[in-house]
């Protein structure tokens, strides 16, 4: 592991830019600036776990952002992706994490972005194009100087404070009908019972019990059933840590749904679901979503991510978009070239590493 330094101009203060080929180093400092940015997919858990999975030996750049103080500010880890036909740079993680970014708390964001700016003007690694795949479109990472919006998507996002009983109450009449009466008709009919697994040594049966029914209603594939390798190191780091929210529904003692995904930082993250389409008429997939976001309301989140994508049932529970941005910047001719046409990204990512979907 090498370090080297360099003072970077980021506006009124000056910060420290901090560049180290490996994760290791900052592992005891990373986790708090990702607790400021209230991202799971910003933690060191995330990023060690991807790069042991995907990292596959290439050139690492994590870009580390430090006061006058010596005290971390952000972290921005990047890595060289491809170096044919063009050298291309992107974030650490990207592929299966809904949201990346740099990774900093909100007021630290106008600073941290100019010294991002600083820190791919001084890279060590020589590049034609970065490209910035989900950033989250209120942050404004988009102002980075000389950057260009490549695509854009949606990210439905509920924020309330108050219990599910109120929430319910404020929505329309039509919706607390379909929540009441839906889940109302499964328990009658059966035994319904919810699950949040919490045992470390269940969760890897728990976890084929999500894939199966993940495949069930999906079954001509995902990059979720395909990278479960991945998913299944990063789930019993995130049990570890209490950020995994896996449910199941089930009823008569089987489980017919699944939903997964994330607690962190007074965040709830939907990531994925399955269920069994035998069950679909009884729309078991939409109750145990309205569950999960009852939980959440009821333990005091304020924020519930329903992630990528502009999926029906997630506008049943809010109308507020998030929004996620893919921002490009380019260091040569190619590399300008290249951002021009933003088709061509999607055939050079390596096919382990498409476009995540939540079908």
């Not at 034609?128 to 989900?134: I, K, P, T």
């Not at 507020?320 to 490009?328: A, C, K």
Request: net charge positive; charged share 25%; glycine share 8%.
């Amino acid at each position: 592991m090498h370090r080297r330094a360099v003072a970077a101009r980021s506006g009124p203060a000056e910060l420290r830019i901090e560049r180290l080929d490996s994760l290791g180093p900052l592992r005891d400092e990373w986790d708090a600036v990702a607790e400021r940015s209230r991202n799971v997919f910003g933690t060191w858990d995330w990023a060690a776990t991807w790069w042991s999975h995907f990292g596959k030996g290439r050139p690492i750049d994590v870009v580390a952002c430090r006061a006058a103080d010596g005290g971390l500010v952000a972290v921005v880890p990047l890595h060289l992706a491809t170096s044919s036909p063009i050298r291309l740079v992107r974030f650490i993680g990207y592929g299966p994490a809904d949201q990346l970014g740099p990774i900093c708390g909100p007021g630290d964001r106008p600073a941290t972005a100019r010294a991002l700016r600083a820190a791919l003007d001084t890279a060590p690694l020589r590049w034609d194009a970065f490209f910035g795949e989900q950033l989250a479109a209120e942050e404004e990472w988009s102002g980075l100087t000389g950057a260009r919006v490549l695509h854009r998507a949606e990210s439905p996002v509920l924020r309330f404070d108050g219990p599910w009983d109120r929430f319910l109450a404020e929505r329309s009449a039509n919706f607390r009908q379909l929540v009441r009466r839906k889940e109302r008709a499964l328990a009658r009919a059966h035994t319904l019972r919810y699950r949040l697994v919490d045992d470390p040594a269940r969760l890897p049966s728990a976890l084929e019990t999500l894939f199966a029914l993940h495949r069930a209603r999906w079954p001509q594939g995902s990059r979720f059933a395909a990278d479960g390798a991945f998913h299944r190191d990063f789930a019993a780091r995130a049990m570890a840590r209490g950020w995994l929210r896996l449910w199941f529904l089930e009823l008569d003692g089987e489980p017919v749904a699944a939903w997964y995904g994330f607690r962190f930082a007074g965040v709830e993250m939907y990531y994925q679901a399955g269920r069994d389409p035998a069950w679909d008429r009884w729309s078991v997939g939409f109750v145990l979503q309205a569950h999960a976001v009852r939980s959440a309301l009821d333990d005091g989140i304020t924020e519930y991510r329903f992630g990528r994508g502009a999926e029906p049932f997630k506008y049943r529970f809010t109308r507020d978009e998030g929004g996620l941005e893919t921002i490009g910047l380019s260091a040569s001719a190619s590399g300008a070239a290249a951002l021009a046409i933003t088709p061509v990204f999607r055939r050079w990512r390596p096919r382990r590493l498409v476009d995540w979907y939540h079908a």
